[in-house]
Structures are given as C-alpha cells and as structure tokens.
C-alpha cells in the first residue's frame, strides 16, 4: 500500500492504495465518491469518466498511484457550491438525456470535455465523441439533443416530433 | 399552450438531479458495516459432472472467511419458477429443479460452483483460483433443433430428454387452420431465426446481504424491479424466511428491461450467507460475470405460414417455433414464448384462424426470460416479416395490404384469445406515412443510387399487451402470482401526500409522472406530492415494474387509493362546512359547496383529519390514509406503425439508418417528454437487436460473447435522430386513467422495420434477397446480395 495524493473537485485527499488499485476503485471505495460508475471490465462503457489534468480519462483505465499529484475532477464536482447545476447538466434535465441515471455521470464528464474540445459540434461530432460512452436507456436521441442545447445551439429541429 | 402540471405536461423529471449529481444512490453504493466480499467460481463448461471440490488450500489463504458450495445449500430450496405451461397433451411443463450453487453437474458456461467469501474482493477472487476442481465434462446440448433429437446431450438426466413442453394454441383450431392453409389461394412461409440478446442494463446486477441476530430479521439490498417479488420468491421458496422477518431493498437501480424482474441466486446466496457467517456479504456482478449469469432473451428459431384468398384476404397463420430456455427455468421464462406471444399472433389483422406451435427446449446456456417486450418482439417480427414477404411474393403494396387486413372494429376478440378495446391502426398508418413523406421515397433512392448506394424503406405494424391481467386469468394460464398493483396514499397534517407504490422505477421517471396524476386529481402542484418506492419495508405488497405495466396497473391503484381520500376529505369537508356530503366539490386544492360561495382549503380538511376538534368522530375514523389494490380486467394494447430507411453500401453491405419513424397509439398520456424518451430507449434496442446484437455459442456452448469488446451495444453513432408522433391514442376503457403503456414498443416495433428495409433495399439492386437473419452484420447482408 502507499500513500497516493491528489486533488479532487478542488480538495486536496490522500488515502491508501494498493498498487493495482484503479483510480475509479479509490475514488469510489477510499473517497467515497460513488457518483463515478463501474459499468463494464474492459474499458468500454465510459460509465467511470473523470476528468484528470483537464483530460477526459476512464477511471478504470487508470492506477490510483498514477493520478498521485494530479488534479481529478469528478461528477460531484461538476455542479456549483449552492448545487446549481452546470450547463450541461442542466441541458440534461431540461431535454431529457437521461432515464435509469447510471451512465449518466460518465455522459457528463465526457460532454463536459468535448465543448470544452469543440465548443460547437455538430450532431456527427456529438456522436462521434461519444464512441466510448454506452447508454442503454435513450437511444441516445436526449443525450445528443443536450449536448448540442448546452453548446447554445437551436434543437428545435431535433424536437421529436 | 402546454400544461406545466398535471396530466399532459412535459414535467422536467425531479429525479434527474440526483443522478446529474452524482448521488443517486444505486445497491453497489450501499456499504454496510463489517461487510465481506463474494466471488462465484463459474463453471467454464456448458455441460459436466463435478466429481470434486477440494477448497482445503483456498480456505487456508490470506482473508478468507468461509467457501460455500453446493453442499451448503442441500435442504435449502430450488430458485422457484413462477410460471407453469400446461402443454397441449395436457402434461405441465418439465421443471428441473435449480440450486443456488451447482449440485452434481454444471449445466451452463457461468453456472456458480463455489462460493468464496472474504474480507476483501481481490482475497475471494485469489482464493476462488486456487480450488481445486474435478470436473468431468460432457458434451452439451446447444443447437435447440439438434437437443430435441434422440440420444442428444441431456442437459437434466433425470427429465429424459430436453423439451420442456410442447404447447398449442389454440389447439381446437389446429386442424381448421391447417385445412385452410391447404387450400389457401396463396401461402407465404417464412423461416427465421430470433436472435439471443443480453438485456445489458449499464448497472451490473449487486446484492448485499445482511442479518441482525438480535431481532432475526434479514435485508436484502438488490438490483430488482420487483423487490416484493423477490422477497416471496427468496423467503417462501428458497430460504424459508417469513416476510415479516424479511426486507428486500431495491433503491436506483440503473435499468432493468427485464432481466432484473427474476430471483437470481446470488441474492437467495449473499442472505444465506450473511445469516450464516452473522456479517453483511456483498456481491457485485462484472460484466462479463452479466453476461453470463443475468437471463438472457428471445431465442427463437420459427416458421411462418400466412395463407391467402384470391382477393389477398388474410385466411389463416400457423407458426411453429422452437424457444430456448436456458438450462434452468428462471422466474418467468414458461410464459414468454407462450401467453405472451401466442396471443400476439393476430397483430393489427383480422386473420380469422390461428395456431401456434412452441416447443421450448432445455439447453446448456444461460437461461432465457422475458427482456423487453418479452414474447411480443418475437410474434410482431416474425408476423410482419412474413405480411411483407407475402406483399412482395404477391406483387403489392405491403401497406396497402396490411390496411386491407387491419382490424376495424373495436373491441375486437382475436381467434387467439384475447380481446382487443380499442384501437385505430388506420389513422397511426396515416400519420407515419406522412411524417416519413412516403411520397419523396423514390427521389430520394434516386439520390442513393446515385452515389452508389441502395436505399430500402420497410414499413410494419406492431401490438403489444401490456398489464397483463386480471390475476384469476393469468392464474387459469399458469402464472403462480397475481398481477395487481397496490398503493398507499398518505396524507400529512399539512396537506402534503406521500404515495407508497408497489411499482418500481428504474429509469421510467414514476417520481415525476405519478405526482402528476394526483396533481390533476385534487388540483394541487405537484410538488405537494412524494414517492416511495422499492422498499418492502415502507411499500404495500406489489408486483413491481415490467411489461409496460407501471402506470395501467400501478398508476391506477393510485387513482383508486386517491379517490377513496377525496371521499374522506369531503365527507370532512361537508362537516366543517356544514352542508351535504353531495354538495361538496373539489376544485383546485378548495372544497366549495354547489351553489354558494362556501370554501375551505385543502391543507385545513386535512388538518382537521389529525387534529379532530370539530371533525364527525362518530362517522369516520381520524387520520388521512388509505390503501388500493388494483386488479385490471384486460391488458391493454398499444399498437402503432413504424417506418425505417436504410442506405446499403453493395461494396461492404453496411447498413446506415437513414430515418426511423414511430407512430404510436398509447392512448393517453401523462407525460409526453417521458414517453417520447421510453419509445426512443426502444428503438435503440430493437435497432440494435436488428443490425448489431447477437449473443453467440459455440458448438460446445462457450459463450463466445461475454463482454463489450464481442457483443456490440449500439453506440451513439449506430442510431439517427427518431421522429415520433404519439397523436393518435385511442383511450383504454378499462382503467381510469385511459393510458395503455408505453415502455415496449419501440423495441416490439422496429426490428421488422429494419429487416423489411433491407430487403427492399437489395430487391431495388435485382437481388433476389427475401430474407436475412438478424443482425443485418455487414458481412451478412454482403453474403445475402452475394451469395
């Protein structure tokens, strides 16, 4: 075990980890932050997505001793103090982008990334980035119509009627 | 303008925050103090006999707290079936018995053999590698047609071969159907496969398991859509534990679809478990672990006859088919291929005889259950595969001859029992056609054509039933359950409502839609009303959520719960006011008296019902709560048209969905932008089921797929932007809120569509293509114009 070190949604923690403990394992397990899913075992659902050093990461692709000194932003970090959502999860809620919730979290941080990349994408763009995010509940039609509506553009032609 | 509350209003959901937060709180987040790990060593062969298990070195390592296996659960009962077929010779369906852990013989790739339990996950999962296992394999029973053949691999010795049943329906109708059929002007046969899928909800299934010695009293923290069930099936049936002493806890659950709805062993284990070791016992499923042990669905390998009259008339159907039921019978898996899939078989027509064969066949594989639409996917895909192979066999519009054969006249009872109350097939057809403007079809393949590219448009029907009811029927047919649903309405001193449902959600949104109804009722804001659900603790006995059944059945005992505190509210009412109790009139959160200017507020009739100064003692009991159980007379039957256009590249024979299209009759609805989501959801399953998804064995019955990398889930770029137009609901007249249900049909509908399309889209080349098998894999569809 040794002592890994980093900061998350803005607070500095430290906690022990073994040395194959995957990021995603410590921050649900020792931090108790269990808003980051585990969906699949071979990296391919993106129910775990955070954000280390700004970059969109699978936190099960990840050692926890290998996020030691960086700075991870999770789900749990993505709303205000006061608990007012951010753009893009307001966007979700306001045009439904989500139902059981539980890749939820990932669909977040992974959008959160791509208008951060690509503050504009088209609806092939929005599709595209999602190549490693798995939702089983939408059809993904909600999830895309809210990542556009969160980047400022018109969805009223993707309105489902 | 649009309602922004009540029924009828696109409500933002209020669980979204939550789950946008990340705090929803789903079973893999509960930790309970001093709790262990389990892993399940699985078999690695489909069929074999354990000669040993020699768990001496794996018990001595680091952390290990106890190995069960099959020896611990000898006088423990069988994981329960909740269905019984009768077949059609009279005889009930064979019904192998199904230990938690594998007792004598593994029967499937996945089947748990041991148990260990440790202090950490990594010391059970080290420790389960170092047993020693004897076991002696046996070649297994995989392809259904070559188990049912004489001196097959027996998947259960003792049954003698490996039918389950055997069952017709209507079985007085056999000969007549077959008469008709022999001197049909036409016949259209259809053989086809419907291939396996894995429900895959994105949350594993988990257990947590946990027992106070002081009261006696077990919790089961589960991944359920039904919590009541499990803690009948799991307490009278497997562990001999009395519901009072029992409490199941379903709280998120990140979809079900089905495969969520059964009693696994692993939940019957981890409660076994933490009574027998006094400490919590946790499991939680990875995926490849869910593929193979969450029941999987459909399976189905079919023939098809429609016969025909000179004037295209339909005449009669018969079909046969050979259903999969895994290796064990799990909860619901008699019922799928047979009462929820025989009485389909008259879809949207008047075809006036009907019989159906379904032989369901016991094999070394996971075992098969209901996974969304459960029964009804099956009968819609092969009946409207085979209408549109007739329409083309016949030279004519395969939209025009499914209007010809529409059913008109409502209610309807079809030749395979079940009676239809209403309905308008024309007036859905007619609004599809129109939103995929049928009109500009050949433009546009002219434009496909032109780059190279064939376009194929597939049009279908669909039905389904849904709240499937009433229990004195279903119980007639075999099911060992009732189908109500049950509510309790709580009204506090302050006027605010609690409603504690037996219904489950897990992604259909009931927190936001049921206040919704309630709202409408009394004329509130729908913020006044609250939720509890998926708890036997704190919930009156209830079904659970499946079938499209929620707000039919379970929204409809909330009515009924509801009205009977109207009733009471205005009998208090009709006292502080002092006026007849059939004056009194509820209005907007106000109780007036007819014909005055006499009010009095919601919140102050309830007060009065917990502080009973002036309040008619002598007449009603105080306090303001009440409880319904609602048992429907039918199922309802939503049905709708759907529409999809394909592009087929003839160089790689990929598929791309140009366009899907849904138009849906789900009579009425409560919340349209809740809907619109469920029917989306559907579609990309049954989109996905169409193109991509296929659960594949070898011959030896290895699971060949068993992870994301081999099963293909549809990804945000497989599947196009859908319209969907829900304007035509024809209210059901049987339960008080009109509405039908709405979670199925997307994945009932679309499959057909896709298929029909890519016919099309190869006929249009000159190929002479009538069928192929689902997924339409690129290499399928190239093999098809190839081949």
Known sequence: ?161 | MPKDNGIGASLKRREDVRFLTGTGNYTDDISVHRQLYVHFLRSDVANGTINGIDTAAASAMSGVVRIFTGADFEGVGSIPCGWQVTDRHGEVMKEPAHPVLAQGKVRHVGDPIAAVVANSLEEARNAAEAIDLDIHELPAAVDMRKALEEGAPLVHDELGDNLCYDWGFVEENREAVDEAIKNAAHVTTLELVNNRLVANPMEPRVAVGDFNRATGDSTLYTTSQNPHVIRLLMGAFVLGIPEHKLRVVAPDVGGGFGTKIFHYAEEAFCTFAAKALNRPVKWTASRSEAFMSDAHGRDHVTKIELALDADNNFVALRTATLANMGAYLSTFAPSVPTWLHGTLMAGNYKTPLIYVNVKAVFTNTVPVDAYRGAGRPEATYQLERVVDKAARELGVDPVALRRQNFITEFPYATPVAVEYDTGDYNATMDTLETMIDRDGFAARRAASEAKGKLRGLGINCYIEACGIAPSNLVGQLGARAGLYESATVRVNATGGLVVMTGSHSHGQGHETVFPQVIAEMIGLDESMVEIVHGDTANSPMGMGTYGSRSLAVGGSAMVRATEKIINKTKKIAAHLMEAAEADIELKDGQFSVAGTDKSVAWGDVCLAAYVPHNYPLEDIEPGLEETAFYDPSNFTYPAGAYSCEVEVDPETGKVTIESFAAADDFGNVVNPMIVEGQVHGGLGQGIGQALLENCAYDENGQLLSASYMDYAMPRASDLPLFKVDHSNGTPCTHNPLGVKGCGEAGAIGSPPAVVNAVVDALQSAGKNVLHIDMPLTPARVWDAMNG
């Open chain 1, 1 to 161: 075990m040794t002592k890994v070190t980093m900061t998350v949604n803005g607070a500095s923690v430290s906690g022990e980890a073994a040395g194959n403990t995957l990021l995603v394992e410590f921050l649900r397990e020792e931090l108790r932050l269990t808003g980051t899913h585990v969906g699949c075992d071979t990296s391919q659902c993106g129910a775990c997505s955070v954000h280390v050093d700004g970059k969109l990461v699978k936190s099960c692709t990840m050692f926890a001793a290998e996020a030691d000194g960086t700075d991870v932003i999770t789900i749990e970090g993505e709303a205000a103090e006061d608990g007012t959502l951010s753009t893009v999860q307001q966007a979700f809620q306001d045009h439904h982008g989500l139902q059981c919730g539980f890749c939820t979290p990932g669909m977040v941080m992974a959008a959160t990334a791509l208008l951060k990349e690509n503050p504009k994408p088209s609806e092939a763009e929005v599709r595209h980035y999602l190549e490693g995010n798995i939702c089983r509940c939408t059809g993904y039609h909600n999830i895309v119509k809210s990542i556009m509506a969160a980047s400022g553009q018109n969805v009223e032609p993707m309105a489902a009627e």
